[in-house]
Structure formats: C-alpha cells, structure tokens
C-alpha cells in the first residue's frame, strides 16, 4: 500500500463515520504566535478546544502538513542522522469536540489499524500504552481489542499525558505500538512494562498513533477539574505508517522518499549507500528538505534573515551544503522539484499551481548561497589548518554576515572537525550588530530629531489617550511640566496627533496654550512612556487648557500613501502571486515604499498593468470601512496578517473593496480620495526582497504635469508638435546613424568623402572632406570621432563646397595640456586672415581666402608641432 492510499483509506474512513473532512491548515499558525510552524493536527483546532471558536461539526478529520523546523520544537539537526526525523510531514487525525469520547475513540483506532479492509496490521503485533491512571481506557482496550492485560502498559505523565499548557484542557493520552521485529504466524514475546519501556527506547516498537483524552482543566495550583464536554485529539504519523506497512525499518526507504533519493544518485553520479551513515546522510538531507522548503513557500514563509524565513533560509542551505559534499557545484534542490510535484501533486494541487514559482525561488536561493560557501568552507579549512580547537563569536558572526552561513551549519561543520564554537559570543555579536542598526535609523534611545525618549518622565503620560482617528484637532490639558516643554517634550491628556509607528510617518501640528504655542515635529509612543510630541516650544510655558491641532493637509497626504499601499499590497499579490508578503514599509507625506518577498524585478509591463489596476480600484471609490474586532474574527472576514506575534486580542480592520488588512494607521474615507496613483522607483532590498516607491494625489499630479511640460519644452526644442514628437526623434536618430555611417567611411577613405592620416610629431590629424555643412551633424561627428579616438588625436573637417571652412575636434589628453579646439581654431584662423570659434572639443572657423584643405595638408602639420611644444 503506497503513501497516497494510505492518506486516501485514512480520510475516507472516518468521513463515512461522521466526521467532517477539513482541509490542511496553513504551515504558518494563523492565530497562535506562540508556535512558529504548525506541528500538529490538533493546531487548527485549539481554540475550538478551548471553547473559544465553536465549528459547524462536532467530528473532524485532517491530513495536516507539519513543520518542525524551529523554536522549542525543532529537528533540523537530526534529519538524516535518523530513520524518523523529519522537517515536513504529514499528521493524520480525528478529532472529537464534545461528541464521542474514549470508547470510540479507541473503536475507531482498532478498527482501521487491524481491518483487512483498512491497514490490516495483525493484532499479534500491536501493543498499547495508557496512563498508569486510566483504568477507564484500560479496561475499553481490553474489552473492544481483546489485548490480554500483559500488552496494554500503564505509564507515566512524561509518555501519556498531554496538556496544552501549564493550565487549561489536558488529559491521559493512549499509543499503540507495532513491533518491527514480530514476523507473520510467530507468537508475540511476553515481557513486563520495564522490558517493553527498554525496548521501545531501543526501536523494537514503533508508535504509530495517539490517542489523546482531554478530560479535564488544570488550574494554576495544579488541580484537575473534569470538563462538562471532553474531546478526542488524536494523531498518526503517515510517514511511519507508511515505512510499517510497505514492511521498512526505515521512513527514508517508503515510496515517500525513495523516488526523491533515486534523482539525487542520478543528479551526483553516485549509488546512495542505503542508511544514515556516511554520505548516505546527505542524500536522506536533500529528500527531506525539498518537502519543507516546498511547503514553506507554498504557505507564503520566503527566505529572510529572521523569523520564519530565516529558519527557510537555513533549511535551504543545509541542502546546499550536503549536495556540495556530494559534489554539486550548481542547484540540486530545484532538480527534484518536479518528482516531489508527480508524488504530492494530486494530494496538494498548490503544488502543480505554483511549481515554477517554487522552482524559481529554490534556484534563486541556492545559487545565491552557492555564491558564497566555497570562500566560507575555506574559511572554515583555514581555521582547522591552524590548529584551532575553538572558533570565537566574533568569527562565528563573521561566518554567517560575510558567507551566509547560519550558526547551527557552523557548529555542524566545526563539531565534524573536532572544534567548538562560542554560540554565546555569536548572540552577542548579533545584538551588537541589531543594536548599531537600531542606532543608525536613531531608533535606539532618541527620536529621529535627537531628542532623549527618557527625558521628562511624568506621572499619567502613559495614559495619554489617541484620539486622532475621528478628529483633527482636541480641546486637552497638558500632563508633562515646564521643564520638558523648555527640553522640547509635551505630552498630552487627548492627543490628536499620530504617532509613528508602522510605517507610517507622525503627524505634524500646533499646540497653543495661554501665551505660548508648541510647534510639533514629531510624535513617539513607548508602551511604558506613552504618546509624546516632540518639537520647538515658543514662548514661556504655562499649564492648562489648550487647543492641539495636526496639520491636516499633511495628514490627507499621508492618508493617500497609506491607504495607496494597501491597494499596491492586493495588487501586488494578484498579479504576482500569493507568495508576495509585506517586508516593510514607510508612509510619508510626498511618498510610498513598499518591501515586499518577490524573487526578481517586475517587468516593466507587468508593473504599468499592476498600476493601471490599482487606478482602477481608485476610480471605483470603494468606502473604506475601519473596524475593530476580535483577532479570530477578522481572520474569518479574511485580514491578511502578516506578523502574527505583534497583535492582540482585538485589532483593526481596514477594509476597501476586496483588500482587508489589519492595521493601525490612518486612511482616506474612500478610495477615490487617493485621486491617483503612480510608481516612482523599483529596485532590490535584499535577497528575495524587492522595493516599489510611488506617489499618489497632488504628488502624482504634479508629476504628470512636470512630464508634460518636459515633452512640451522638447518638442520645442526640436521644432515639432508634441504628438508628432516620437516621429522627429526617430528621424534624427535615424540621421545621427547615416552621420556616423558616414564618419566612418570618411575615417576609412571610403564613401562620398575623403580622408588622409597626416603627422604632427606624435599626433596623428585626421584630414576628412565631407559635404554637409549642417553644424549640428559635423558636431556630431565630431564626438563618434572622440568617442573613437582616446589620445593624441586631432580631427580636420573640410567642405570642397565651401573651400575656406574649417572644424576641429581634439582628444581629452591635448584639452588637458590647455591645446583645445578653441585654441586651435585661433591660431589658424589668426594666421590665415580668418576667424571662428567654439568649445574646447570642437572649433570651427573661415580662413578668409585660403583654401582650407591645402592648409591643413601643407601648412598645419608644421604649424603643430611648434604650437604642441609651447
């Protein structure tokens, strides 16, 4: 039975009981910031448990994608080096939410695991754990699987008993186990609980499902209160069933892995040696990390220095370095993409959706990390070569700021060679590091102004109230003293003014008290501080009533931007791909940027369509709807959240059109007060970062009228209408190519003119006749022919239409010993009984009666060589 019947059997099975088949949730918790991956089945549902999102159906079954990559639950380090470990894999489960309980849950178990119809594993070889409390589960086992009592073992907290955290539901839990070394027809081996723990530890038995009972509710001084309505979690790793039924000891060696380990042999040339051992290790890392890097990105984690997409970055390049030990030179995980799609396509279509997406970034990443790890590992040889048993901090950091190599990569490659690394010292560095950027953007202890953000603590500033989103301007009392006013500080009981904070610049205003006014430059909030104005006192300070007002031309400017943003943000996504994810952001009054992960530049006519679109969704002037509720909530009405860990239990929600974000800032009342939008700049941040700049309302108008005025001075210049502007360009283009096709011929002795190479000591005189007497074009070719010629250079044009006519062009070495065109000009001319003039790269000028061609071949070569040597 491969893998994909066995997740078909398994959801099929407990759908035709009742229960509700829901999907995979995403790899990213959308509403638990204290995980950093999804790593169970029962995640999706924890606040159901808790009672706090009530479903439709009381039963439920899922096949969850899991990660355990990262944070407390994390097995990076041990894949390959195992026959289990795993970052991505697959969680099957049922789920009962106040309905059936212990006996159908163990029912259920026994049913699929033994049924011929279903897994068919033999009785004989299965063994049972429940809590060493549990006589209620003991007893359903023996009664419903007809176990005898000497393979169903009682054990303690530590094996089977589950909680979801130090208070709130938990439970016993029960797991039933295969034996790996039982063989068909031969009689299961008696031995007592203290055998069977040793050999369990040994991996003789393997579990392959849990079965937790959440039947009460602890409390902070650890009492156990029964719930009205216990449930049933329970969960069963598909990769072990998988290895249990296709009769493997080993996950790597099922039809999960094996397809993935056979195109690594083919890509490197090599047999892989069949175990975690040696180099085995590597190909079992590369089949591995290509599911979780996958699955990542599909569930929008992009490759970045912090967070989830710093843990991506290191499972990629984990990958990168074991494919280097096998001697890949060039991206290896992008090579199995396409078998991962053919065995996980049909359970996971995203992955067919996206699979040139995902092939795209897991090249980009590879190659870029494949840039830097040669000169890393010989950094790494270099230290070994030295005779170091020790790598410092400073160095680890160096490792990973000036090669890209994460610090758990340095610690694996280093314990390999014998040498520790000071993981303390690296975390110090890295908060230097943080802290000189913090202070850099003068984020760290000042305001953007300078001013000291612990200056004039005062009682109650905490409990400054914003009251900005509804009004303009606020009737208030100040609550900061004389002296902070005469330090540039002032803080307010209401405050209409905006603080920055994400992304969005602060308000400017006016506060004006009894005799006094407070210019406003800035405003800075800190959760133990609160909201304080920063700006200019003018007058003698004195407390009372004031009035407090934000200056609201700059506040709609900023509100454009803002809202704009949210608009590009959409946008961005539909045009590009779900992947596109909000890296970063800054709102000001004249301007917008937006960061978001993307792999590469947007096309130049793909970012005129993204912002054709958003005019659109402008003109269609969509009321903005700002509402707050609770987070659960305004996931369900479909807020992309982004950064899960900064919200509370009640957010904002700034709804327009078909874009409902969670945000804090302040917006237009509807988006046709944007007025227009424009892109100003594109370019790259960072690694799989790009940036957009744009500008909206009177910006953008002005904008369009400064282009328009540009093209009507031009076409000006050029003697054309603005309309016909593109056809005169053309035709002078097309007659600056005929010039220089001319110039060159000339150059050659060839075409209608004539040209000869004349000496003047070291100076070579380029004599060229030519017909055109269009000043324009001779200055033209006066530039191919310095564009051509670098040094000691001098080019004579000369008309046989106007015999007298005379240009000179000379190269930038002669300009700078003071011998230019212009001087050159006058000096023949003042010889000749002529005149002329010009720039110092190119003179022309009339000798009088003289014939200017036999000048320059008789006279001009002599009169050279005594003019270069004054």
Request: proline share 4%; aromatic share 8%; glycine share 10%.
């Amino acid at each position: 039975m491969n893998a994909a019947q066995i997740r078909s059997r398994f959801l099929d099975y407990f759908a035709s009981r009742g229960h509700s088949e829901v999907p995979s949730s995403t790899l990213v918790p959308a509403d638990d910031p204290t995980l950093l991956f999804t790593n169970a089945g029962m995640v999706q549902f924890k606040r159901t448990f808790l009672g706090q999102d009530p479903r439709a159906y009381v039963r439920a079954v899922t096949c969850q994608k899991c990660v355990r990559a990262g944070g407390k639950h994390n097995d990076l380090e041990q894949v390959g080096l195992t026959r289990r470990h795993h970052t991505f894999f697959e969680m099957l489960g049922n789920f009962s939410f106040g309905d059936y309980f212990k006996r159908d849950a163990i029912r259920f178990a026994w049913e699929f695991v033994t049924s011929p119809e279903y897994l068919g594993i033999a009785p004989d070889r299965l063994r049972v754990t429940v809590h060493h409390t549990d006589d209620e589960a003991r007893a359903l086992w023996l009664e419903i699987s007809g176990l005898p009592a000497d393979r169903i073992y009682g054990l303690g907290d530590k094996d089977n008993f589950w909680q979801m955290g130090d208070t709130g539901p938990c439970g016993p839990c029960s797991e039933i186990y295969v034996d790996q070394r039982w063989t068909p027809g031969s009689v299961p081996v008696p031995m007592d609980q203290a055998e069977f723990e040793v050999e369990a530890e040994a991996g003789r038995f393997l579990e392959i499902w849990n079965l937790v009972f959440m039947q009460f509710d602890r409390s902070l001084d650890g009492t156990l209160t029964p719930l009205p309505k216990p449930s049933v979690d329970t969960g069963a790793g598909l990769e072990r069933i998988t290895a249990v039924l296709q009769g493997m000891d080993d996950n790597f060696h099922t039809d999960l892995f094996r397809p993935l380990i056979a195109d690594v042999e083919r890509l490197v040339g090599a047999t892989y040696p069949g175990g975690p051992e040696g180099t085995g290790i590597s190909y079992r890392v590369l089949a591995d990390h290509i599911r979780a890097v996958s699955f990542l990105l599909l569930d929008g984690v992009y490759p970045s220095n912090e967070g989830r997409g710093f843990v991506l970055r290191r499972i990629l390049r984990r990958a990168v370095r074991h494919a280097w030990l096998l001697g890949r030179r060039e991206p290896t995980l992008v090579e199995l993409l396409p078998r991962l799609v053919e065995l996980m396509g049909e359970a996971y279509p995203q992955l067919i959706a996206k699979q040139a997406f995902l092939a795209d970034t897991i090249r980009q990443e590879e190659a870029r990390f494949l840039e830097t790890i040669e000169a890393g590992l010989a950094r790494l040889d270099e230290i070994q070569a030295s005779g170091a048993t020790h790598i410092t901090g400073d160095e680890a950091f160096k490792l990973f700021d000036t090669f890209g190599f994460p610090l758990d990569l340095t610690v694996l490659i280093a314990t390999e060679m014998g040498i520790t690394v000071d993981t303390d010292g690296f975390d110090l560095a890295m908060t230097e590091q943080r802290e000189r950027s913090r202070a850099a953007a003068g984020k760290v202890g000042t305001s953007a102004d300078g001013v000291r953000l612990d200056i004039a603590v005062v009682d109650g500033s905490a409990g400054s109230q914003f009251v900005g989103y509804t009004s303009l301007s606020a009737e208030t009392s100040v609550l900061s003293d004389a002296a902070a006013a005469q330090a540039g500080v002032l803080v307010l009981q209401e405050s209409p003014f905006y603080a920055t904070s994400g992304g969005q610049l602060a308000d400017h205003g006016v506060v004006e008290g009894q005799g006094w006014r407070f210019v406003v430059r800035d405003v800075i909030k800190d959760a133990e501080l609160g909201q304080r104005l920063l700006g200019e006192l003018e007058g003698t300070f004195v407390p009372g009533v004031v009035q407090a007002a934000v200056d609201a031309e700059r506040r709609g400017e900023i509100e454009r931007n803002h809202s704009a943003t949210h608009l590009a943000h959409m946008v961005l996504r539909r045009r590009l791909g779900d992947h596109v994810r909000q890296q970063g952001s800054l709102v000001e009054p004249n301007r917008l940027r937006f960061d978001f992960s993307h792999g590469g530049p947007v096309d130049a006519g793909q970012l005129l369509e993204i912002e054709a679109e958003i005019n659109d969704l402008i003109l269609a002037n969509a009321e903005v709807d700002i509402r707050e509720m609770s987070y659960p909530d305004a996931l369900a009405k479909g807020a992309m959240a982004f950064f899960a860990d900064k919200y509370g239990d009640v957010v904002r929600v700034v709804t327009m059109g078909d874009s409902v974000e969670l945000c804090g800032g302040t917006h237009v009342r509807s988006t046709g007060q944007i007025g227009l939008f424009r892109f100003s700049a594109q370019g790259g941040v960072a690694a799989g970062v790009r940036r957009i700049e744009a500008i909206t309302g009177h910006g953008a108008y002005a904008a369009v009228r400064a282009a328009d005025d540009r093209i009507t001075g031009l076409a000006q210049t050029l003697k054309a209408q603005p309309d016909q502007l593109e056809r005169k360009v053309e035709a002078l283009l097309a007659d600056r190519e005929k010039l220089e096709v001319r110039l060159a011929e000339a150059l050659k002795g060839g075409g209608s003119g004539s040209s000869r190479v004349l000496q003047a000591g070291p100076v070579a005189v380029h004599l060229v006749s030519t017909v055109t007497e269009d000043r324009g074009q001779l200055g033209e070719m006066a530039d191919a022919f310095r564009a051509e010629q670098k040094a000691a250079a001098i080019l004579a044009l000369v008309n046989p239409t106007t015999p007298q006519a005379v240009s000179f062009a000379v190269t930038d070495d002669l300009i700078a010993r003071g011998k230019d065109a212009n001087a050159l000009i006058k000096l023949v001319t003042t010889q000749f009984a002529g005149r002329g003039g010009g720039r110092k790269t190119f003179a022309s000028g009339s000798l009088g009666t003289m014939d200017a061609s036999a000048m320059v071949a008789e006279a001009l070569p002599a009169m050279l060589v005594a003019w270069l040597d004054t």
